[in-house]
């Protein structure tokens, strides 16, 4: 049950419902959900795709906003009886709230093994409200089995009274094979040409993602002021920000107002579009000030691309190695930042060890190992009913 989701959990949906025996349902909003990847979900699971439309909510969303910003309520009508329509085995939630709160019900009522997939950080939930943490604290105790991002998501689970047991970690995949086949089909005159387009030569530094003030942004260009203004070697590098978002015209003014003129703003770029940059680019950077597990950072690096992430990224422990594929940085510190690119440009003569190496990672770190932790919650949850084992309709796959 997940309300809503993107183009990267297609591909650890498919290998889910295949080890599953293809009996994997999987319900969603009709209305949150994009078209396109309503069409990838349906071409692969068929009617055991169901959408649901007529959702009510009250309050706003903090999708753009730092987490625990807003309290936003959601009613999906239908959700409830759809879901016991599809007589699981297993339910498995997105998160402790929201389309989450009907499957705890099943499990009181129906005793319905459940698991949830859980994303947060002691970082993100530093300023969750005391009635979010008893909530959450509450729904813990009733779960089965939990999917976390990774070990700094474990440890806020634990937190939470979460065992360590019931715990399976890498549910999160980007979908790191289809962007890295497009990286490999890109020709050297169609890079030659995007970085014409878009007058950029020398070192090029990417990132990829929204235009919002918990992404970074503004941090990253007060360090690039430094970067574009001191030494001279580090001059021939472009920071070029692909995305779109309601702070952008507020950091063009900044980038005018300070004189920067090795800043490129390509906006919006559809999803299929954007291995090109990817194929183009010589390090990725994510100032995040809060994110729970950014997936352009395993994308990137399937790609190829070193890493130049924030100590706020909540995927660092398990996919930045320091100085074997990237560097970490505190994006408060413009100091900590401007070092980050500055040895980062010192590196270039280690680019391709770098690439390597970053393309050996993510390989840990695919839909394929997604979908199996996810499936192996799911296993685990069926041990604890009744204090019995309850075994599911399809056999253990090898």
């Known amino acids: 049950?997940?309300?809503?989701?993107?183009?990267?959990?297609?591909?650890?949906?498919?290998?889910?419902?295949?080890?599953?025996?293809?009996?994997?349902?999987?319900?969603?909003?009709s209305e949150a959900m994009p078209l396109r990847v309503v069409r990838k979900l349906r071409s692969a699971l068929g009617e055991r795709a169901i959408g649901l439309s007529g959702e009510l909510k009250a309050g706003g969303s903090d999708r753009e906003t730092m987490a625990n910003s807003r309290l936003t309520l959601r009613y999906q009508p239908g959700l409830y009886k759809r879901m016991l329509e599809t007589s699981p085995d297993v339910v498995v939630g997105e998160g402790l709230f929201k389309w989450t709160a009907p499957a705890v019900v099943a499990k009181l009522i129906h005793r319905i093994p459940?698991?949830?997939?859980?994303?947060?950080?002691?970082?993100?939930?530093?300023?969750?409200?005391?009635?979010?943490?008893?909530?959450?604290?509450?729904?813990?105790?009733?779960?089965?089995?939990?999917?976390?991002?990774?070990?700094?998501?474990?440890?806020?689970?634990?937190?939470?009274?979460?065992?360590?047991?019931?715990?399976f970690t890498g549910h999160m995949a980007a979908?790191?094979?289809?962007?890295?086949?497009?990286?490999?089909?890109?020709?050297?005159?169609?890079?030659?040409?995007?970085?014409?387009?878009?007058?950029?030569d020398g070192a090029l530094f990417l990132y990829?993602?929204?235009?919002?003030?918990?992404k970074g942004i503004r941090e990253l260009l007060k360090a690039w002021q430094?970067?574009?203004?001191?030494?001279?070697?580090?001059?021939?590098?472009?920071?070029?920000?692909?995305?779109?978002?309601?702070?952008?015209?507020?950091?063009?003014?900044?980038?005018?107002?300070?004189?920067?003129k090795r800043v490129r703003w390509v906006g919006r770029v559809d999803y299929s579009d954007v291995a090109r940059w990817?194929?183009?680019?010589?390090?990725?950077?994510?100032?995040?000030l809060e994110d729970n597990w950014s997936l352009v950072v395993p994308e990137a690096m399937a790609c190829g691309l070193p890493i130049l992430s924030?100590?706020?990224?909540?995927?660092?422990?398990?996919?930045?190695?320091?100085?074997?594929?990237?560097?970490?940085?505190d994006p408060f510190d413009p100091n900590a930042v401007y070092d980050a690119l500055c040895i980062a440009m010192d590196h270039r003569d280690r680019?391709?060890?770098?690439?390597?190496?970053?393309?050996?990672?993510?390989?840990?770190?695919?839909?394929?190992?997604?979908?199996?932790?996810?499936y192996n919650a799911c296993r685990s949850s069926l041990t604890r009913m009744d204090g019995h084992r309850r075994e599911p309709r399809v056999p253990n796959p090898s």
Not at 129 to 157: E, H, P
Not at 353 to 369: G, M
């Open 226 to 260: 430094s970067f574009e203004a001191k030494e001279n070697p580090h001059r021939n590098a472009t920071l070029v920000l692909v995305g779109d978002g309601p702070q952008r015209h507020k950091l063009e003014d900044m980038c005018r107002t300070t004189g920067l």
């Open 208 to 214: 990829v993602g929204q235009l919002i003030p918990r």
């Open 114 to 167: 459940l698991v949830v997939c859980y994303e947060r950080t002691a970082h993100t939930e530093r300023h969750a409200q005391w009635y979010r943490v008893l909530y959450r604290k509450q729904v813990i105790r009733l779960l089965d089995a939990m999917c976390c991002n990774g070990s700094l998501c474990a440890d806020y689970a634990m937190s939470l009274g979460m065992p360590r047991n019931r715990i």
């Open 278 to 288: 990817y194929a183009a680019a010589d390090f990725f950077v994510i100032p995040t």
């Open 310 to 329: 924030s100590i706020y990224n909540g995927c660092w422990p398990e996919l930045i190695r320091q100085g074997q594929n990237g560097w970490l940085f």
């Open 1 to 29: 049950m997940n309300r809503r989701f993107l183009d990267y959990r297609i591909p650890v949906l498919v290998e889910l419902d295949r080890i599953s025996g293809h009996r994997l349902s999987v319900m969603y909003s």
């Open 175 to 200: 979908d790191t094979e289809h962007l890295s086949g497009q990286v490999r089909r890109t020709t050297v005159s169609q890079v030659q040409k995007l970085r014409s387009q878009w007058n950029v």
């Open 351 to 374: 680019l391709s060890d770098l690439r390597n190496a970053s393309k050996h990672i993510s390989k840990d770190f695919s839909p394929a190992r997604a979908a199996r932790s996810i």
